[in-house]
């Protein structure tokens, strides 16, 4: 089983700034990819970003600019930092984990709200 804590989400006004933090319980580089999906009220979960062991990533087109993912290998941490945030983006951001021998975790989801 792999845990992954989610720092709380939080209220932001539009074309503010967040940052979203989530740390593994196993080693980072042991997973193949982490990242971040979101899932606002009435509609389907859906990717915002992700990044594999190797550095690569992906990001959904709506947040394409605005939105960034890193890691921190030696704090088993990964980062979503969200810039220029828009009413859209309110949701419950999840962390999510790959393991290759056992596939995908989940977190217990921050809820982000863009609200002036």
């Known amino acids: 089983q792999v845990q992954l804590v989610e720092s709380e989400g939080g209220l932001v006004q539009p074309g503010g700034s967040l940052r979203l933090s989530c740390v593994t319980s196993e080693s980072i580089i042991m997973l193949y990819a982490t990242g971040w999906y979101r899932q606002a009220p009435g509609k389907r979960r859906e990717l915002v970003a992700t990044?594999?062991?190797?550095?690569?990533?992906e990001y959904a087109d709506s947040v394409k600019g605005r939105f960034t993912i890193s890691r921190d290998d030696a704090k088993n941490t990964v980062y979503l930092q969200m810039n220029s945030v828009k009413l859209e983006d309110t949701a419950t951001y999840y962390c999510?984990?790959?393991?290759?021998?056992?596939?995908?975790?989940w977190g217990k989801g921050a809820m982000v709200t863009v609200s002036s």
């Open positions: 990044i594999t062991t190797g550095g690569r990533t």
């Open positions: 999510n984990a790959y393991r290759m021998t056992d596939g995908h975790y």
